[in-house]
Each structure stands twice: as structure tokens, then as C-alpha cells.
């Protein structure tokens, strides 16, 4: 075999060895049974999940036993949101991304292999000039590893959005359970006032049909008592539209058959949060994670004006006479200087900080707004449990004692029953009010805890 063709054979060998390292297209449908399968199939009460409220509990972000066989408490119902909610799933996924590119970021580029082959059309011994060079760049400028800092600044970035995500996903829940808990309770006393008219109305109705009591007396009850079976039933619906929005917030199917301890949590305000919202609130996270990877992309165009060097060997033919070849190449900066990209970096890094400032300052107003809220939703459960209860129940005693003694008046009686109910549903308002305002309290501070290595 000759110089050149040993040359040629030697070039596509090369090519054919780099191209064979390459990765290959794996096409992935989507199959929309085998997630219907999937969501089918999701457990609550499985050991991954089980294991996952270990993983938590170890974490400092779950606390007690995680024992759905009596039903699912509003700490339980957190671990299964956190491991099967949708929108949560998604933002891990996306910090995949992020850590994928992390873990591949600062790569050499490919060495470039350049063949060229001339034929002379004047009659020569050897019409065929063959040539070929391999370049390699060599990083001198640096910026191979700001790449890298930037990818994992960004992956960094992500994680702390996934932190994000989760605690607005258990602020939603939070909501939601109480909002579910209060209108299971709404319909509970409805159900006894229903109860307690029907008990009502017959005691008129047999009064009326003795001529004690007059038909109109008697149909005010009765209009009553209808009137709170149509606010049942809109109860009843209002607390099915919850329980499917809870299983929503769950990750789970509709029809998944879930048993929820449906009650009022109780949660306690954070002590002094306006010291620890600077470091534990999700927003002001994520904005200084942002501002680290304007940092980190204002270092990498500013890396990116300093030249790297280029340098490659070949071997070239040229009427029988072989050579080899060595070149350098080393771009000049005193034109470009990547001047458009290190102004759109600083202004980015601008951007950022202002941003960081403005989370910073909105933070301490949504504090502000909550603190209000949780102080005065706690002076009026106060009053409402402290005044307007005790005196309902008195009157309703009293009424109570009076018809027991012959003294029955039928109007009356409506009017106190109306009233002592009206109360209690008061109180269960300003009790779920209550609540909702620490719950609203403590998703403005943040969670004590990140996320989890691998989230």
C-alpha cells in the first residue's frame, strides 16, 4: 500500500472509530395506558412511600408515625403529596436537566479533522496533492471550568426552585385540608340543627293540629327546616368538590379510595419570623440562586475574550514528496472582545440583584399582611368563643328550661335553636380563619428544611 492510500485508509478509520462512540436516538412514545396503569397503581400506603416519610422524618421535614390504617392525617397527607404530586414531579424532573448538563458541562471541544486532495490537470507524474490535519484546542482562556461552575450554579438553581415548589404544593394542601375540615364540620351541625328543627316541627305540627299553635307558626319552621336541608346538600357537594381537590394535591386518581381524617390541624405560629424569613423563605431563595448564576455567566463572557490556542499536525502529498505539517492558531483580541456579551451579563447581574431586592422586600410586606391577619383572625376566635357562644347557649338553656315548664312558644324556640346555630358556625368560621392565618404565617417564612440530596 502507498503513502497516500494509507494516508486515506487512516483518515476513515479515525472517523469511522470517533463516529462509532457516539450515542444513538432511543425513541420514547407516549403511551397514555401505561400511565393510566401507572396512576392506577399508586399506593399511599406502599413501602416506597413509607420509606420516602423515613427519608423525611430523618430530615427533620416530617414529624410522627407515617400509619395510614386509621386513615390519613393532614402530616401524612403531606409525605404522599410530596412524593406523588404532578407539579412536583415535573419540577424534579427539570432539575434532572439541570444536573445532567452539571455533570457533562466543561468537556474539551472535539478535535477537528480536516482531508483535502488537489488534482493537477498539467501533465504530471503525480496529478493527486493529498493533505490532511488533525487540531486540537487548547482551553489556555479558562473558561471550560466557569462553564462548569455556571452549569452547577444553575443546577443549584434548581434545587432550590424544587423547594420552592414543594412548599407552595404543601401551602395549597394546607388550605385546602382546613377549607375541606371546615365545611365537614359545617355540615355536621347543620346536620344536628336539622335534627333538632325536625324535633321542632313535629312538637308544632301537633300543636297546630290541636289548635295551640297557628298554621303560619307551624310552615316558618317547616320553611326552616327545608331551607337547611338544601344547605346541606349544597354542603355535602361543596365537601366532595374538597375531597377530589385534595386528592388532586395528592397525586392521585379521582376514584382513588382514600379514608382522610378530615380535622382542624392546629399549627403553631413561628416565633419571631421576621428574623428567620431572610434565610428560610422559598422566594428569597430562589432569587439568590438566580443571582449566583448571573454571577457565574457575567465570569464566563468575560472569560470568553481571552483567545485559546489552537494547534493541529497533518501530513500532506504532494508530487510524490510526503510532508508534515504543524499549524497554530490563536484569534487576536483587540476588535470583538465579546464586548456584546459581557454588557448583557453585567445588566443581567443588575437584573438580578434588583430582583433579589425587590423578593426581599415584598417578603417582609406578605410577613406584614400575615402577622395582621393571624393577630386579628386570634382576637376574634377569642371573642366568638368567649362572648357570642356562651351566650347562645345560655339563651338556648334557658328556652329549654322555659318549655319544660309549660312555657312553649314555638317562634321562639325557632329563634333561639337559629341562633345557638349561627353561632357555633361562627366559631367554626373563626377557628378555620384562625388557622388559615398561621398556615398563611409560616408558608411566608419558609420551611426550616432543603431539598433532599437527588430531589
Not at 325 to 354: D, S
Request: hydrophobic fraction near 45%.
Amino acid at each position: 500500500m502507498n503513502t497516500k492510500a494509507w494516508c486515506v485508509c487512516s483518515a476513515l478509520v479515525l472517523t469511522a472509530t470517533l463516529v462509532a462512540g457516539c450515542q444513538g436516538y432511543d425513541p420514547q412514545p407516549l403511551d397514555e395506558a401505561a400511565h393510566t396503569r401507572q396512576w392506577q397503581a399508586r399506593d399511599p400506603a406502599s413501602e416506597p412511600v413509607a420509606e420516602y416519610a423515613r427519608k423525611l422524618a430523618l430530615a427533620g421535614r416530617q414529624t410522627g408515625p407515617f400509619d395510614l390504617r386509621d386513615g390519613v392525617s393532614l402530616p401524612e397527607a403531606e409525605v404522599i403529596a410530596l412524593f406523588f404530586n404532578p407539579e412536583l414531579r415535573r419540577a424534579r424532573a427539570e432539575a434532572g436537566i439541570a444536573l445532567a448538563g452539571a455533570e457533562e458541562a466543561g468537556r474539551w471541544q472535539d478535535p477537528e479533522l480536516e482531508i483535502n486532495a488537489t488534482y493537477i490537470l498539467e501533465n504530471v507524474s503525480s496529478p493527486w496533492v493529498l493533505g490532511g490535519m488533525l487540531k486540537f484546542t487548547l482551553p489556555l482562556s479558562g473558561r471550560h471550568g466557569v462553564e462548569e461552575d455556571k452549569a452547577w450554579a444553575e443546577h443549584r438553581l434548581t434545587l432550590t426552585q424544587v423547594v420552592a415548589s414543594e412548599w407552595q404544593v404543601l401551602q395549597d394542601l394546607r388550605q385546602h385540608w382546613l377549607a375541606a375540615a371546615a365545611t365537614a364540620e359545617d355540615l355536621a351541625l347543620t346536620q344536628r340543627f336539622i335534627a333538632a328543627l325536625e324535633q321542632l316541627k313535629t312538637r308544632a305540627d301537633n300543636l297546630a293540629a290541636a289548635g295551640a299553635l297557628s298554621r303560619l307558626d307551624a310552615r316558618l319552621i317547616e320553611l326552616e327546616l327545608v331551607s337547611r336541608r338544601i344547605e346541606a346538600f349544597g354542603l355535602e357537594t361543596d365537601l366532595a368538590e374538597s375531597r377530589l381537590q385534595l386528592r388532586q394535591d395528592l397525586g392521585l386518581m379521582p376514584t382513588a379510595p382514600l379514608q382522610l381524617q378530615l380535622e382542624l390541624a392546629n399549627m403553631d405560629a413561628p416565633a419571631q419570623p421576621d428574623e428567620v424569613l431572610r434565610q428560610r423563605n422559598p422566594v428569597l431563595r430562589v432569587a439568590r440562586a438566580q443571582y449566583d448564576v448571573s454571577e457565574q455567566s457575567l465570569r464566563l463572557e468575560i472569560r470568553k475574550q481571552y483567545p485559546d490556542l489552537v494547534i493541529g499536525g497533518g501530513f500532506e502529498s504532494d508530487q510524490g514528496q510526503s510532508r508534515i505539517a504543524l499549524g497554530l492558531g490563536l484569534p487576536i483580541p483587540i476588535i470583538n472582545l465579546n464586548r456584546e456579551g459581557i454588557a448583557r451579563a453585567r445588566a443581567a447581574r443588575v437584573e438580578a440583584r434588583t430582583a433579589w431586592e425587590a423578593a426581599v422586600e415584598n417578603a417582609f410586606h406578605t410577613l406584614a399582611r400575615a402577622e395582621l391577619r393571624q393577630t386579628r383572625a386570634a382576637i376574634q376566635a377569642q371573642q366568638v368563643r368567649q362572648q357570642l357562644v356562651p351566650l347562645a347557649d345560655a339563651q338556648a338553656a334557658e328556652a329549654t328550661r322555659m318549655a319544660e315548664l309549660g312555657e312553649f312558644d314555638a317562634i321562639r324556640q325557632l329563634d333561639v335553636l337559629t341562633r345557638q346555630h349561627e353561632a357555633r358556625v361562627a366559631l367554626l368560621k373563626a377557628e378555620t380563619d384562625q388557622r388559615k392565618a398561621v398556615a398563611a404565617l409560616l408558608g411566608a417564612v419558609g420551611p426550616s428544611w432543603r431539598a433532599l440530596e437527588k430531589s
